[in-house]
Structures are given as C-alpha cells and as structure tokens.
C-alpha cells in the first residue's frame, strides 16, 4: 500500500549521500516532450515505447517527464499502471480505471457503482451509457443491470471480448477530448499475452484525440512482439542504453561529492568500469566503497579516500541482485523493524515504530520511564542509515518526533510483499492509533492519511469519520470534485449508526456535487437526508433537504418540481421556528418567480425575505438578497436600483470573503455593462468573475460567464471568437442538465453563426433553443429565443416558410412579454418585428400598418425609459439590446 504523506517539500534524501541526478537524457526527455506536443496540438493520439534493462532510469526518466508536465499544463489527466509478475491480464489496465472513476478496493458496491455511472455519464453523455457501464465496469469488477443488446453478446465470448476493447478504447478518445489525456503502462515485459494483446490494441486503435501513451519494458518485448513498433505511424522508440563512459563518469562525479574535492580517477574509473553504465548500480557501487573502507565517513559528514581498500569493493551483477543481497545482508531485528516502517509508506517515524514494537508486549506494572525499546530502534536505525538503507529527515511532519525515509523505494517495495496480509492489518491500525494522538491540526492530508491507515487496519467506522472530515476540509478550499470523493468513501464506510454525521455529510456532499455540476447525485444526496429528516420527524432539517432539492431543480430549469419544493421547505421552517429557514425560502421562492418573469411577486418575496435577514444580521444572506433584486430591478428596466443593489451585494461580499457569492455578483454587474453597450468593460469584469468562478470550483457559474463572454463577441461583430468562447460554454453545460442554461447557449450560438452567415447550422441551433426553453417554461428566455427565431428566419428572405416562421416567432415574443409585462424586452420584440415588416418587397398596406404600430410602440416604450437615462446617465436604456445571457442565480 502506498499511504499519502505528510506534506513536505524536500527530497527525503536530501540528507543523505547524494542520489542520482538525471544525466545523460536529453535526447530523450526531448523525445517525450515533442511526441506530447504532438498530440495535444495535432489531437491525435502518440505513441512512446521506452525500452532498458532494470535499474537503467526508465521510472526515474517517467518521473522526471510527468513532473515537467503537471508544473506546464494545468489541464491534464495522468494515469500509470503497472504490470507485476504474477498479476492479472488487465491489472494495469484496471489500476488506470480505478484511479480514473475513483473505485477503492472494500468500497460500499451500491456507492461504488454510482460514483461510476456519474463519471461515465459525464464524460460521454447520452451515448449508450448502458452498455459502457456494463463492459467498462467489468474491467474493474462491477456489474450493472443488462441490456437486451448485452444479454445478445454475452454468450459469444469472442464477440463480447471485442466490443470490451472497442469500449474501453471508446472511452479513452471522449475522455481526451475533454481534457488530455496521458496514459501510462509500466513493466509490459511482465505482463500476460491478454494484458499485452490489449494494450497493442489500444495504441494501435485510438484515434482523433489528444492522447500520448507511454509504455516502459525490459528489451524482451520486441522478441515477444516483433509487430509492436509497428502498431501506429506516430509510434517513437526510446532505447534507454546504459550511460556512456563521460556521462557515467559525471554522475559518479556528483556521487562523490561528499568527499569535497574531485574525486581520484580511480575511484570513478572503477564504479565506471563496473557499474557499466546503470545509475542504479552506480549508487550501490558508492554503498559498496563505503561498506569496504573505500570510502570512509568523517565527524563533519565528508569523506575520507583510502584507494588502498579499492580492490575489496565488489558490485553485485544486476538490480534485482543488488536488492536481494542488501534486504539478505540484514539483522533478522533489522529486517523486522524495516518491514514495520514499510507499512506506514515512504517516511516513517521512530515513535510509530515503537508503538508497533509493543504490540504483544505486556504493559509493566510501573512504567519508569525505561526506553530500551526507543534506545534500541534508534541505534538499528542510526546503522540502517549509515548503510543507506534509510535517511533521517531534518525536520519531522510529527512534532516532537524523528521522522526517517527510506533511501530506496524498490527495497521498500520488496520488504512491503513480505509482510503477511495479517501482520500487516494490526501495523495499520496501530499506525492510525499512534498517528490520531500525533497529527492535531486535522488538515486536509492529515485527515485522509488518518483514514487510509485505520480503513487498511479494518477500522472502517474511524476511516469513514476521517474521509468525511477531509471531505469538509476539501470542500472549504473549494475542491469540489475531491470533496465528493472523500464523502462517497467515508458514507460508504460509517454504516448507518452516527446519523448525526451522515445527515451532515449527504447535505456537503449534495452542495459540492452541485457546484461541480452533477445534478443528478445532488438530488440524490438531498434525497437520503430528506428520508432520515423524515424518519426522525425534523421538521428543520426536513425544510433545509426540501429547499436544497428545489435549488437543485430551479438551477436546472424545471421551475414547478422546484415550487413544490420550495413551498414545502417553507412550510417545514415555519413550523419549526426556524426564521433563517423561513428568510431562504421566501428568496428562494422570489427567484423562481423572477425566472419566470412575474417581476412584481418576485420583489415582494425577496424584500420580505431581505428584511427578516437585516433582522438576523446575517451579511451573506444579506447580500444573496441584494444581489437576487438586482436581477428582478434590471430585467423590470429599474437600471438605477439593479445597479445598486449589485454595488451593495458586491460590497458585502468582498468585505466578508464569499468569493462564489462575488463571481456571482461580478456576473450580473457585466450584464450591466453589457446593456449599456460597453462590451469591453462588460467582457473585463466577466473575465475576474471568470477567474473566482475557476478557484471556487463552481462549473455552473464558468458556463455562465463563458456564455456572456461569448454574447459580448457576437455583439461586437466577433462571431468566430464568440463561437469558439460559447463551445467551451456547450461544453461544460451538456454535462450539467440545466436546460435553461444550456437553451442559451445553444441560442448565443445561432446568433454567432447567423453573423457569419451560416442560416442553416443557426436555424438548427435556435430551433433547439426554443425547444429546451418551451420544456422549462422560462418565459422571459424563451421571449428572447423566439425574437432570435425571427431574426434567423428573416435572414433566409421574403416568401415561403421563412417569413411565415419569422413573423410568428416576432409575434409569439410580443405576446409573452405583454404578458410579462416587461417593457425593456417587448420594446426590443417590437423593433425587430418592425424592422423586419419594413423590409418586405411589394409592402401591402396591411404589412406597412403593422409595421407602422409595431414601430410606434417601441418607440413610446424608448421615450418612457428616457427618464431612467436622466437618473443615469451612462445607461442608455434608450437605444436597447438584447439582454445579457446565462443570468440564472444560484443559492
């Protein structure tokens, strides 16, 4: 097992004597770097094969690249799996899959399966995710429910085999195409023929997406697979050869330096000659001249040469010798202390050790204060360090205590497979105890380590405890996507006996499963805490489930299913007395009313929703409050209050730190600009909401912005950038379920397409605009959507379907913001409609007089919000736009 360490920022072998450096490789890690640039500029997939012998560099050469990359592209995925003798056909291909879906060995099935349906449905969408879930979820032993097309298949296994890998290869190209995708294959010289046919595959297979796949093996594989280099056109072959005699010669070099001046030649002509160019062997072979007395340590640290013992130091043969007669050269107490320390990871500390040293040992009578056992361990490890097998570390994660590392992690490897599975339960849990008195401050990582060590030692009920706080530490820094996967691990965990706690974490969970976007689980979450509020009769926790599902519902456009919620909430607070549950009702209420453009009854909910909150004095429900009048002020033409009403909200929120409550705000005061025709200063200030929305995690507010910032192009006679900017908005939003959102989106497209002149693809993208708003009854959007219809319609010419199409989608707008009542809108409708009647050939006198109204009445509509000019000044409310996209508030 591999536990997470403490945070820390050296080398944990900064101390010893020096490791190998990375010499020699610049061909090669050039080769890496141009065959990934290659696939994310081109998108097509690349292929790197990294051939060398065991201890040659190939992990620490990975290593190296993957560290280059992270540090260089922030959006990227990396996966490695490693094949192991004696391991499964697809054991890599399933540590890849599990690390991608988050799938943990033990895990609840029920939770597991679910956490996977999400990330498969997020990344492929409606494309039959029945079937991806069934043959992509065997790879990683989980079943789901069958298809009638599986239940077709499943009795041909060749047939199933293929579709499996057609599957899993499908899978691969969707997910790069949302974020690159680099996929990694260590030690294919141990894989099975299955394990090796699947991968050829794969590299063989994949197409038109980012992906580079990087493979490392021993040089048999070309024996095993003469056809491997020919599996792909973009497949690079990187034979890692020992190190010449210069670049050998200058690693030695830098091994040596301990002794303070240059080395004697024949001190690095012999590790040369010997080690024949393996940087491994090469770091053993300065153990073995201090082990022989070549080399001899000083007080202060340096070294002493004495060439007279240079012909006592012998080199074992290979790596795997190497390992094997160091872990053989121990003390039988020596071996044992190790193998403890390998339990906890790549650091360990003396404290721990000692508490698993007293394991079975009875507990004195009177504890004097006799140390033995702490004098013993530190003397076994202060030889083990001298011997390089572990390296002190200067500081100590674990105040109070000394922290050690091993010196090599392939001999802490070998040393973890010897312990037994039982052994190695009891160390775990003993380590989780130890650690649970030690580490006080319960971070992030402190928290996750404390779980992983009590779930490997079968304490599931403290783990479950731990990833639930880790969860609740990710979610403050807003790491929405780990924070959901700390509260997926621990409910499945705790079982079901702490209700308080699993009340608590479904209702985090819900919130950051909504601010990534997953609608779905969301719904779910606020689902199960309904049940145990009602089960418990709680009637307040009751209203916060009932109001965070009609949240849910109202983001994602199904505006009466979030009534009913809503009203119910509402219900339950005030039974309950619970006036700040009674002031989120009455706002969330007022929104759905502003969504659906009764202005009026809006305002009335949220001003007596703001003045319970002033009496509450709760600044951040506050400035929710001013924000969310804000929008009904600005869509009901009231410029003035809109704009000080944001002013407000925003002022609040910077004062007390609500940075999604500030991009929120920052998004509507662009909306602003944006009327105001300022598209520059609109696009600026979206750009810092843009920024907030990004460190906070909120993927529903991105879309929005990246909607608006696409409008603002359009509008400003940029429609490639403006399509460019709303597909990364599409994008986000298809994975979302917020109809609304992804309707204006879809329009902002056509707008854009229109520009170019493209009718056809705009046709098709505002038809489905229009569709998704008459599905979510958003009456003021779909106004716009119906005004936009026109204008597309009316590009395609007089005569025909067209103009029938284009004078009723005009017509259509009017009438719902007549109904609406929102005159800012119904005088944009009846300009376009005007506009377009003017330009028919051979004008009847019927046409001319429609035109002729149609045109008087924006203009009276214009002349009334003159008065809203002279208040202010630089709103020129008299000349109207179209409104500012992607406005839908959140909670």
């Given at each position: 097992m591999?536990t997470a360490?403490?945070?820390?920022t ?7 004597s ?13 080769a890496?770097?141009?065959a990934?640039?290659r696939?994310?500029s ?8 990294i ?10 050469l990975?290593?190296?690249?993957l560290?280059k990359?992270r ?6 995925q990396?996966y490695?799996?490693?094949f192991?003798?004696g ?6 291909i399933?540590r890849?899959?599990r ?5 943990f060995?033990?895990a609840?099935p029920?939770?597991t399966?679910?956490t996977?349906?999400?990330t498969?449905s997020q990344a492929?969408g409606?494309?039959r ?5 069934h043959?992509?979820g065997a790879?990683?032993?989980?079943r789901?429910?069958?298809?009638p097309?599986?239940?077709a298949?499943?009795d041909d ?8 890998r057609?599957?899993?290869r ?14 990694v ?11 090796l046919a699947?991968?050829?595959y794969?590299i ?8 580079l ?9 070309s ?11 973009s497949?690079t072959r ?6 010449g005699?210069?670049d ?22 012999a ?13 053993q072979?300065?153990r073995t ?21 240079l ?10 010798d ?10 039988p107490a ?12 790549g650091v360990?500390?003396?404290?721990a ?7 079975d ?10 140390e ?16 390089e ?11 109070g ?13 070998t040393?973890h ?5 039982s052994?190695?339960?009891?160390y775990?849990?003993?380590?989780a ?6 580490l006080t401050?319960r ?5 996750e380590l404390l ?6 030692g079968?304490?599931k ?5 731990y990833?639930?706080?880790?969860g609740d530490r990710?979610?403050a820094?807003y ?7 700390f ?6 965990l705790?079982g079901?006996?702490?209700?308080l706690?699993?009340?608590d974490?479904l ?12 609608n ?6 606020f689902?199960?805490?309904l049940?145990i ?20 519902y109202?983001?994602?456009?199904q ?10 909430g509402h219900a339950?607070?005030d ?8 002031a ?6 007022g929104?759905?009313?502003?969504m ?6 809006a305002?009335?909910f ?10 509450l004095?709760?600044p951040?429900?506050?400035?929710l409050?001013?924000?969310n009048?804000?929008?009904v002020y600005?869509d009901?033409?009231?410029f ?12 609040v929120?910077?004062e ?11 998004n ?11 598209q520059?200063?609109?696009i600026q200030?979206?750009t ?7 460190e ?9 912005i990246?909607?608006n910032?696409?409008e603002?192009?359009y509008?400003s006679?940029?429609p490639?950038?403006?399509i460019?900017?709303l597909k990364?908005a599409?994008?986000?939003?298809t994975?979302?379920?917020d109809?609304?959102l ?13 520009l170019i002149?493209?009718?056809?693809t705009?046709?098709d ?5 229009v ?5 979510s009854?958003?009456k003021?959007?779909?106004?716009v959507a119906?005004?936009t ?20 989608a ?8 007549e109904?609406?009542?929102?005159e800012?809108?119904l005088?944009r ?11 028919a ?5 019927e046409?001319?007089?429609?035109a002729d109204?149609?045109r008087?009445?924006a203009?009276?509509?214009a ?9 202010l000044p630089y709103?020129?409310v008299s000349e109207p736009t179209e409104?500012?996209i992607?406005q839908?508030?959140t909670?």
């Open positions: 591999t360490s403490i945070s820390r050296s080398d944990p072998a900064a101390t010893a020096p490791r190998a450096p990375l010499v020699g490789r610049g061909p090669e890690m050039r890496l770097d141009e990934f640039a696939a994310f081109t998108k097509k997939p690349q292929v790197v094969t051939l060398g012998g065991p201890g040659i560099g190939k992990t620490r990975l290593n190296e690249f560290t990359v540090e260089r592209e922030r959006r990227v990396a490695r799996g490693a192991r003798d391991s499964s056909a697809f054991s890599a399933q890849i899959l690390a991608r879906f988050g799938v060995e033990g609840n029920d939770a399966r679910e996977f349906r999400k498969v492929l409606d494309q995710v029945t079937e991806f879930l043959f992509l790879f990683v032993d989980l789901f429910p069958e298809s097309f599986i239940r298949v499943e296994p060749e047939q199933f085999s293929q579709l499996s057609a599957v899993l499908r899978f691969f190209e969707v997910d790069a195409q949302n974020t690159p995708l680099i996929l294959f260590e030690d294919l010289h141990w894989a099975t023929d299955d394990g699947l991968v050829y794969l063989s297979t994949l197409s038109d997406a980012p992906i796949i990087v493979t490392t093996a021993r040089p048999e594989l024996a095993r697979r003469s056809d491997w280099f020919q599996s792909s056109a497949h990187i034979d890692l050869s020992p190190l005699a210069d050998a010669a200058l690693l030695m070099e830098k091994l040596l330096a301990p002794i303070g001046e240059e080395p004697p030649a024949e001190l690095v002509d590790a040369v000659d010997m080690a024949a160019g393996s940087p491994y062997l090469l770091e072979m300065v001249y201090l082990d022989s007395g070549t080399l001899v340590e000083r007080d202060d640290g340096s070294w002493r040469v004495d060439l007279s013992r012909d006592d130091a012998q080199l074992p043969l290979t790596v795997d190497a390992i094997s007669a160091r872990i053989s050269s121990l003390l020596e071996r044992a202390l190790l193998e403890m320390a390998a339990t906890m990871g360990f500390w003396l404290g050790l000692v508490a698993l040293g007293r394991i040992k009875p507990t004195p009578a009177l504890w004097g204060g006799a033995d056992l702490v004098l013993h361990y530190r003397d076994l490890l202060k030889g083990l360090e001298a011997r097998y572990v390296v002190q570390l200067p500081d100590s994660s674990v105040f205590d000394s922290e050690f590392a091993f010196r090599h992690n392939l001999e802490r490897e040393l497979k010897l312990t037994s599975a052994e190695m339960r009891r775990h849990l003993v380590v105890e130890w650690l649970e008195f030690k401050s971070n992030e990582e402190q928290c779980a992983q060590h009590f779930e490997q079968d304490a009920r403290k783990a479950g405890e990833y639930i706080l880790a990710a979610r820094r790491a929405n996507a780990k924070a959901a996967e509260y997926t691990r621990g409910l499945s705790i079901e006996e702490d209700i706690l699993r009340m974490a209702h985090h969970m819900g919130d950051v499963q909504q601010l990534a976007g997953n779905d689980d969301a719904i779910k979450s689902r199960a805490m049940e509020a009602f089960r418990l009769d709680l009637k307040a926790k009751g209203g916060a489930a009932h109001n965070r599902l009609g949240r849910v109202r983001a994602i456009g505006l009466e299913e979030a009534m009913r919620h809503l009203g119910t339950l607070f039974a309950a007395g619970d006036r700040r549950g009674v989120a009702s009455l706002d969330d209420v929104r759905v009313h502003w659906r453009g009764v202005y009026e009854t305002e009335r949220m001003k007596e929703a703001l003045d319970l909150r002033i009496e004095g709760d951040r429900s506050i400035a409050s001013h924000n009048l804000g929008l600005q009901s033409g009231r003035a209050e809109a704009l000080a009403s944001f002013d407000e909200a925003l002022r929120r910077r007390i730190e609500d940075r999604p409550g500030i991009a929120q705000t920052l509507n005061l662009g909306t602003i600009h944006q009327d105001n025709g300022d520059d200063r609109a200030i979206w810092e909401a843009l920024e907030v929305a990004h906070v995690g909120d993927r529903m507010r991105q879309s929005v990246l909607t910032i696409g603002a192009h509008r006679s940029r490639t950038e403006a460019r900017v990364q599409e994008d986000i939003s994975t979302l379920g109809r609304i992804e309707a204006e989106i879809l329009r902002g497209l056509a707008k854009a397409h229109m002149h493209d009718i056809r705009a046709r993208y505002i038809t489905r605009s569709a998704l708003f008459e599905q009854r958003g003021p959007f779909l106004g119906l005004r219809l026109g204008e597309i319609a009316a590009a395609g010419g007089w005569g025909g379907e067209d103009h029938e199409r284009a004078r009723e005009f017509e259509r707008s009017i009438r719902l913001f109904e609406l009542g929102n800012v809108e005088g409708s009846c300009k376009a409609c005007a506009d377009f009647l003017a330009t050939p051979n004008q009847s006198a046409l001319k007089g429609l109204k149609y008087k009445r203009d009276e509509i002349d009334r919000l003159q008065k809203i000019e002279r208040e709103v020129r409104p500012g992607g839908a508030p909670a």
